[in-house]
């Protein structure tokens, strides 16, 4: 009989509608590949040569204030640009292109060098999280965007450059490729359902519990039935909002105590501080309502077995489609275990 | 003005329908982050610890054979297999799995642990073609098979574990995602058309010139205008044929010339064995006639700056949007001008 943990299946992916392949049997192959070096986990709380530790001196010049919380600034090397002139070319639906503008920005979490989220407290996280509310806000204004990306790659795995803890946001003229299919999708769903997609999906999983990694009273944790990295989580709103400025104070408060728990969790998994991309998704903006649209963050991490063995995403699938080998069930199994309070603090 | 050199753009990949952002400002950016370490590149003719050699064992206790040219047998360690039960699972479209079977193997190259394709001889990849022809044929007559997937990962760096020049396949009971999606794409272009999608392309592409790497008289390899990867090519057949069977001998003769001249310009652009993941996209099989399908490979390589420095799909790239920051036709000029003699030969 068909048994989900021990045979191949695909699973879909409600939110983009993409389908992925899990082979819970494969965990047993020995790894002889690629090991990791790590990198060095014992950082000054200030680091002259850093250009993100406050009163240091950037590239372009640029000397970063004595800043105390949260501090946000336009990236000295964007992908996008405000400035960029209107253009393309379509060569008989062939050869298409189109100008894009946009801005890109850089927070930084803490002014201490030596911090991750984890290890950070609740407190400077609401700021983050505040912080985090006001670009968005501000950066809405300006018609041309259309959609507003914040990130955070995590770890040099992750080709992060620079391991003072930040994040990045990118603001662009069109939505993004990911954004559209979840826009698809939810749209789709809320327009059959009158609810959103994630609401009905959290109620399911709530339920079930099988893949709860965590819960609070506004955001739950968990481990997307779709996951396709092996630690894959989202976090999910239990109210559904469009955009992070939406949040109370009193939600902002249990996104940054549900954010630091993760994170620890995370770290905790291999002790190591755990690299991720991690990021929101939310509704387009300067596009009218979205009230398909659910509020959530994606963490894609590298790991698989070790703190030094990752998860290749590579020939299949790059050329036909994403594979996992353990299932998203023993995965939330792991980390539903692991504490709460940071390796460094046991 | 737009000039598609200088500023931010999108493009559309014609043949999944997704659209890339190119940055080519983004060169500029200083790179601090994480520099790899290289392998070691001076393997001997026959490693007796490596369970591809001949004579050799392998982990399930099967000894190889003491074959000469390229060898295929089914994967130890297979993500597919054969015998999976049906079944999977649907709770209101929300949570949704379908069991997969397939079939994994893998092909040695050569019996040289020391070779890659470059610096094999011309007669050998010929003999390789010749075995993915007789893979395919024989594969596509379980008609459990929907589709098989001929793909190559190169170099510890894309997750390959085992250095003697080996490739894999991947047959598996449903149509892959990326292939799902070319199959749309090709469809709607011959249905308005009459004529497949790349051959229009490759219409336009040698008039151009600009993105051409390598020419002969049944294939060519270019960049392709919706590239991702920094030094990403492409090799198009110049008959529209679906699958690698229909090749006539002239044709494997002349694929397995670009191969090689292709590989050889990769391993000359940083002097170093260049890692790649590559594979073929076919016509899925027992699925009726498919005449949009146009046979084609894509190389997929992480290696932007240098030997050391590749480019990370992190991120906004994860999250949002592929993204690249030398544009396809920078990327060109300079594998155009890479000599097809490898390094180690000149
Ligand atoms: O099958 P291998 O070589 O052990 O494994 C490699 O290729 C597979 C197919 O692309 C990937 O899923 C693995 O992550 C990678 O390490
Ligand atoms: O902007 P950074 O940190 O220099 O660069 C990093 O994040 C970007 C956005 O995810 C990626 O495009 C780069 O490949 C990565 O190295």
Redesign the interface.
């Known amino acids: 009989?068909?048994?989900?943990k021990e045979?191949?299946?695909?699973?879909?992916n409600?939110l983009t509608g993409?389908?992925i392949?899990?082979?819970p049997?494969?965990m047993?192959?020995?790894?002889?590949?690629?090991v990791e070096?790590l990198p060095a986990d014992n950082r000054p709380s200030y680091d002259p040569t850093c250009y993100l530790c406050p009163g240091n001196k950037r590239?372009d010049g640029t000397v970063n204030p004595a800043y105390t919380d949260a501090y946000v600034f336009t990236n000295d090397?964007?992908?996008?640009?405000p400035d960029?002139?209107?253009?393309?070319?379509n060569?008989?639906?062939?050869?298409?292109?189109?100008?894009?503008?946009?801005i890109c920005r850089v927070i930084c979490f803490s002014p201490d060098h030596s911090l991750t989220l984890p290890v950070m407290e609740e407190e400077a996280i609401v700021k983050v999280i505040q912080l985090w509310k006001k670009e968005f806000s501000d950066l809405s204004q300006n018609q041309h965007i259309k959609?507003i990306?914040i990130?955070?790659?995590k770890g040099?795995?992750?080709?992060?450059?620079?391991p003072h803890p930040h994040g990045?946001i990118?603001a662009?003229s069109?939505v993004?490729?990911?954004?559209t299919k979840e826009t698809t999708q939810q749209k789709k769903y809320f327009e059959q359902h009158g609810k959103s997609?994630l609401a009905?999906?959290l109620d399911?999983e709530l339920q079930k519990k099988e893949r709860i990694v965590l819960e609070n009273e506004h955001f739950v944790a968990l481990v997307p039935?779709w996951a396709v990295w092996p630690y894959e989580t989202m976090l999910i709103s239990k109210r559904p909002v469009q955009t992070v400025t939406q949040f109370t104070a009193e939600e902002e408060t249990a996104l940054a105590q549900i954010l630091k728990q993760l994170t620890c969790k995370y770290d905790n998994l291999f002790n190591v501080s755990f690299p991720y991309?991690g990021?929101m998704?939310q509704a387009p903006v300067n596009d009218g309502a979205h009230p398909e649209w659910h509020w959530h963050m994606?963490f894609?991490p590298p790991l698989l077995r070790s703190a030094t063995v990752k998860k290749?995403m590579?020939?299949?699938e790059?050329?036909?489609?994403?594979?996992r080998?353990i299932t998203p069930e023993m995965a939330a199994a792991t980390l539903q275990q692991l504490s709460t309070v940071h390796y460094s603090k046991q």
């Open positions: 009989m068909f048994n989900s045979h191949s299946h695909t699973r879909l409600i993409d389908w392949l899990v082979s049997h494969r047993k192959r020995p790894w002889q590949g690629k070096a590239s090397f964007s992908a996008l640009l960029t002139p209107e253009g393309g070319e060569k008989n639906g062939l050869l298409v292109s189109n100008s894009e503008s946009g959609y990306q990130f955070e790659n040099e795995i992750m080709g992060c450059s620079n990045q990118w662009s069109s993004p490729l990911e954004l997609l009905a999906y399911v039935y991309s990021g998704h994606h894609y290749f590579v020939g299949y790059m050329l036909a489609n994403p594979q080998d």
